[in-house]
């Protein structure tokens, strides 16, 4: 059974930091990429980020560039999403999400679909974040 399980969200003030992590099991940590989505009320579903549990290449939203970093921890098959100096805006249900994201070539350019919610198989039950002072 392929099970995906946030945990870590809460309530942070602004300016502050969280660190989201998902439990990953039932498939090879390495054989698949991880991204971070998230959903405020009214909203459409966010791609944030993503990882490569290959070679942990990456690429980030350019709403959270430079603040957000995705990790992993294939020993404790483990993914993480360290959220710094967040803002009201953040706020969200934030969840995490295994799958094969495709390549295409663009020119001469690789081109990852990470920020597409159907390039993942499998989801996480989200955590909530709430950010306010």
């Excluded at 054989?31 to 490569?52: D, H, I, N, T, V």
């Excluded at 690429?59 to 992993?72: L, N």
Aim: aromatic share 12%.
């Amino acid at each position: 059974q392929v099970q995906l399980m946030e945990s870590g969200g809460g309530l942070v003030q602004p300016g502050g930091s969280l660190r989201l992590s998902c439990a990953v099991s039932g498939i090879a940590l390495n054989e698949y990429a991880y991204g971070w989505f998230r959903q405020a009320p009214g909203k459409e579903r966010e791609a944030l980020g993503y990882m490569s549990g290959a070679d942990s290449s990456s690429a980030y939203a350019d709403s959270v560039k430079g603040r957000f970093t995705i990790s992993t921890d294939s020993a404790e098959n483990m993914v993480y999403l360290q959220m710094n100096s967040l803002k009201a805006e953040d706020a969200a249900i934030y969840y995490c999400a295994a799958g094969t994201p495709r390549w295409s070539l663009v020119g001469s350019q690789l081109v990852r679909h990470w920020d597409q919610a159907r390039e993942y198989d499998y989801w996480g039950q989200g955590t909530r974040v709430t950010v306010s002072s």
